[in-house]
């Protein structure tokens, strides 16, 4: 009688493929369970899959821009591919966010975000803005017109104080 002597490496396309097939199976998983597809819609609703989201989409339903935009219409910017790929980001750090449970409370926008909710307010009201405020370094639209997306600023523990309302 001979000895079977195992090859390791002809063990080694199943161990590849049980290792590829179970991550992706998670990723897929992950995907359809934090509502994946929902984050490529232009719904507003899909904002709130986080639950963090809930009081900002509350009070953008009774702020004065609630009939004329959406949350992407602001928070993203306009062209197809600057819109995805801030998706992508966003998608990225929320869920790094929170899944590691390591974002502000109450949620903050951030700088590259400002920046794209800047651009947006101007690209929007270009037609009754003065050129002048827009290129000599007026405030930022919100500094003046911060109820008009999501209505009056509130926290958890009554108003917000001006030092939460900076970027971070």
């Known amino acids: 009688m001979q000895a079977i002597e195992a090859d390791p490496m002809r063990a080694l396309p199943a161990i590849a493929s049980l290792a590829v097939g179970a991550t992706l199976g998670l990723g897929l998983f992950t995907f359809d369970y934090a509502e994946g597809l ?3 819609s232009e719904d507003p609703r899909a ?3 986080c639950h963090i989201m809930r009081p900002q989409y ?5 702020a004065s821009h609630h009939t004329s935009a959406v949350c992407v219409d602001c928070h993203l910017p306009a062209d197809f591919v600057g819109k995805y790929l801030a998706k992508a980001r966003n998608g990225w750090f929320h869920s790094k966010g929170f899944t590691l449970q ?3 409370e109450p949620i903050l926008i951030t700088p590259p975000n400002a920046e794209i909710l ?4 101007l690209r929007c009201h270009e037609g009754i803005l003065h050129e ?3 290129s000599m370094g007026a405030p930022r639209c919100v500094s003046c017109h911060l109820d008009v997306g999501h209505g009056e600023q509130v926290g958890l523990g009554g108003a917000l104080h001006d030092s939460e309302l900076e970027p971070r």
């Open 58 to 62: 509350d009070s953008w339903q009774k």
């Open 38 to 40: 929902s984050y490529l």
């Open 118 to 121: 800047q651009a947006n307010c």
């Open 47 to 49: 904002c709130v899959n």
């Open 132 to 134: 002048a405020s827009a």
């Open 102 to 104: 390591d974002f502000p």
